[in-house]
């Protein structure tokens, strides 16, 4: 099993960046596949970005596309949601997800029941 924990939430004005932390606890980290989701109040859950366990494939949310980076470290068990020209719209609970299998099909990484673990989530606040 394998527990993930986010960080970097916070406030930030519109136009800012935030950088989003997931450190996971697992000897297979190095393997799954990984996602972003975001929850904003009343809303459902949404992707946001997926990476695999190289990084070599990569996918976005088109809302997200060119503003923000998904990124991993398998050496220190981390991965990366770098957010750039952030937007009041942005603003949400945003949470890492991980998954033990890799594909390289879109609709394997946007569905939220593809993942197997969840983190707790960091709030992102972004002010006009």
């Known amino acids: 099993q394998v527990q993930l924990l986010e960080s970097g939430g916070g406030l930030v004005q519109a136009g800012g960046s935030l950088r989003l932390s997931c450190a996971a606890s697992?000897?297979?980290?190095?393997?799954?596949?990984m996602g972003w989701f975001r929850q904003a109040p009343g809303k459902e859950r949404d992707f946001v970005a997926g990476i695999n366990w190289s990084g070599g494939t990569i996918y976005y949310a088109e809302s997200v596309k060119g503003r923000f980076t998904i990124s991993r470290d398998n050496a220190k068990n981390t991965v990366y949601l770098q957010m750039n020209s952030l937007k009041p719209e942005d603003t949400a609970v945003y949470y890492c997800a991980g998954q033990t299998k890799s594909y390289n099909s879109r609709s394997s990484y946007t569905g939220a029941r593809e993942y197997d673990y969840w983190g707790q989530g960091t709030q992102v606040t972004v002010s006009s």
């Open positions: 697992g000897r297979t980290f190095s393997r799954y596949s």
